[in-house]
């Protein structure tokens, strides 16, 4: 598998990893991530953890040249960590940068099929694992999630008109051209909408999308950080986003 993950020039693939208040789930996560994905690299984006999750960062980055540590002085949301990650891969010259949760329930079987695909297909610009695809599917998850997760994908497809069924899934690889020809500076999504946000940048750039089925597993340690203000975001931008497309304006 070492072989199948690496890639002919340039840096190869960095996963990306946001944390905060995960210091049950770290080492599990990243120990079966290198594992399956040994020539991969890491970047743990931590918003100041009290619990510790970056000190335990540390240590591992300090015993593994393959992973690396951002600090972030407070806690931003999901979409300022992941475009701070982005941007420290993207000067790095990586050439597939990842997106993959930190909390177990992102499988890294997956994240090496995804991979896989990404690597074996550049022309495709975003490969996305999916839960609703066939193949895909989630597993021990509460039924309200599941219809939270279901009714938000089916509303973004809905108002931005685009074709991808898993609108808000967060184990992704990105290719280095397509990500670099966003403004990432101009995305200010902070919760779970920062994936559609990111998903509509890049289509609306020409960009190839494709999916490849996952099991989503609920995380087994450790808390949600899903409440009410990160699905009313999402809703309230997604709709302002629609609303633009419907009125031919760019909203960004």
């Known amino acids: ?33 290198l594992k399956a994905c040994p020539a991969v690299r890491v970047l743990v ?3 100041d953890s009290p619990d510790g999750t970056g000190g335990v960062a540390d240590a591992m980055a ?26 420290w891969a993207l000067a790095r010259g990586y050439d597939l940068i990842c997106e993959m949760d930190m909390d177990g329930s992102h499988r890294p079987r997956d994240m090496a099929r995804v991979l896989r695909y990404a690597q074996g297909h550049p022309e495709v610009d975003l490969v996305i694992g999916s839960r609703r695809v066939p193949g895909g599917s989630t597993r021990n998850w509460p039924w309200y999630r599941d219809l939270i997760s279901r009714m938000g994908s089916w509303y973004a497809r809905m108002a931005l008109g685009m074709p991808v069924r898993d609108m808000t899934a967060g184990l992704r690889a990105y290719g280095a051209p397509a990500l670099a020809g966003i403004d990432l500076t101009q995305v200010h999504s902070s919760g779970y909408v920062f994936q559609v946000d990111m998903l509509r940048r890049i289509i609306a750039g020409g960009g190839r999308v494709h999916e490849v089925p996952i099991v989503f597993v609920d995380r087994v340690r450790g808390h949600s950080k899903m409440d009410t203000g990160i699905v009313l975001e999402a809703m309230v931008q997604v709709t302002r986003w629609g609303m633009g497309r419907i009125l031919g304006r760019s909203s960004r």
Not at 4 to 16: D, I, N, P, T
Not at 62 to 87: C, K, M, N, T, W
């Open 45 to 47: 984006v931590d918003d």
């Open 1 to 33: 598998m070492n072989d199948a993950l690496r890639k002919e020039s340039g840096r190869g693939a960095l996963v990306v990893m946001p944390t905060y208040q995960e210091v049950q789930n770290i080492r599990p996560t990243l120990g079966g991530l």
């Open 62 to 87: 300090a015993r593994d040249d393959r992973i690396s540590v951002l600090h972030r002085h407070e806690r931003q949301g999901l979409g300022p960590a992941y475009v701070e990650g982005f941007q």
